[in-house]
């Protein structure tokens, strides 16, 4: 703490001599951070003993004032070399002894952070989007819970329609409102009347959404299942147009090699209408189990829009004409990944998701 050869002049000086014996006392068991701080704050605090011996040397008479000053200062840079030595030395050896205590075996593997995807459905609406915005298309969104007029009269489907039964729709009570047209739209065909009521021509818009319907859950259907709703109404649309657009859509979606064909069908809200299918991804075209033979896969529905439909949201059918198309995504998803079961997309199992 001080050099050898000025000890015994320490021990001997009157008032530094029983500071520096008790100091030594207290060094000597002092062997931890809380014992070092209460030396330092009793020996070179501001009330310190060492601090008090420097504090007191003007009031020495002259002949001890150099000889004090000079032991009582090389004491206390002493005490505080000491300290800071001794508290290195404890710090060293709390951080050995905490690296035995929690020492880490490197060779075990480590613990993998479980991390999600993004769902398939997901992914599947949003490349069916970004085709469409690509073709000039804007995305509209509307309410799953929606009015019996959107959903069915707007859209030229009549009371009489088997689509408005109980057995096919999930109606919506409102207590104490009265209403009873209230329900959980069947399709996402109801955003483009809500945005053609909102928007003159020309308008070209997707909509994919949730829709809801009472079918028993098995391999190919759901309760709720995606839609995607498409509309197009400009002058001049042509049912060429429309024939164009899907090939584009199908094309992208399943690959250049995939054929396209139309068959004549029946929707209230479009004529004519067709049925779309692409050519079996499994067979070529060729015939399989999976397209039951046909060489082909039904992928969606479309039509040019029902004059009936544009008298409902006050477009002139003598000078506006368009098309519609919708699709459900699940299917859209089974074909183009060759998932055997819809009822897949639900059970949120990652060993499924995450191989696409």
């Known amino acids: 703490m001080i050099p050898e050869e000025l000890e015994e002049e320490m021990l001997s000086h009157p008032g530094l001599g029983a500071v520096y014996r008790k100091l030594k006392e207290e060094l000597a068991g002092a062997d931890d951070t809380r014992s070092l701080e209460e030396i330092r704050v009793a020996y070179l605090g501001r ?23 000079r032991l009582a200062n090389l004491l206390k840079q002493g005490l505080e070399e000491e300290l800071a030595s001794r508290l290195e030395g404890i710090r060293q050896r709390e951080l050995e002894e905490s690296l035995r205590r929690e020492r880490l075996d490197i060779s075990l593997p480590g613990r993998r952070v479980p991390y999600g995807t993004r769902h398939l459905l ?14 000039g298309y804007r995305v509209a969104e509307g309410p799953e819970v929606e009015l019996d007029y959107y959903n ?43 945005v053609m009521e909102s928007t003159p021509p020309p308008v ?6 949730k829709a809801y319907r009472h079918d028993v859950p098995d391999a190919t259907h759901s309760p709720m299942f995606h839609q995607v709703e498409g509309l197009a109404v400009d002058e001049g649309i042509s049912l060429g147009d429309l024939k164009g657009t899907l090939e584009t859509f199908a094309k992208r979606m399943f690959g250049e090699d995939r054929k ?42 479309a039509g040019m829009v029902d004059p009936n439909v544009f008298a409902y949201v006050g477009y002139d059918p003598e000078k506006w004409s368009g098309f519609a ?13 060759g998932v055997p079961d819809i ?5 949120n199992d990652l060993r499924l998701l995450r191989q696409y």
């Open 47 to 69: 009330k310190g003993a060492i601090t008090s011996v420097l504090q007191g040397i003007k009031e020495l008479p002259p002949e001890e004032r150099r000889s004090t000053g």
């Open 122 to 135: 997901s992914s599947i609406i949003e490349e069916i989007e970004d085709i469409f915005i690509g073709l």
């Open 152 to 194: 069915f009269e707007a859209l030229n489907t009549p009371d009489w329609h088997p689509s408005k039964s109980l057995q096919d729709t999930f109606y919506v009570e409102i207590p104490g409102s009265g209403r009873r047209d209230v329900l959980l739209r069947t399709h996402t065909s109801p955003v483009q009347i809500r």
């Open 204 to 209: 070209y818009i997707i909509a994919p959404g």
């Open 260 to 301: 396209v064909r139309f068959r004549p069908h029946f929707f209230p809200f479009t004529e004519p209408s067709a049925e779309v299918d692409v050519s079996c991804n499994m067979c070529g075209g060729a015939g399989c189990r999976v397209c039951k033979g046909t060489g082909w896969l039904e992928i969606l529905g």
């Open 325 to 337: 198309f919708g699709m459900g995504v699940e299917r859209i998803a089974l074909l183009k990944y």
């Open 343 to 347: 009822r897949f997309f639900f059970d």
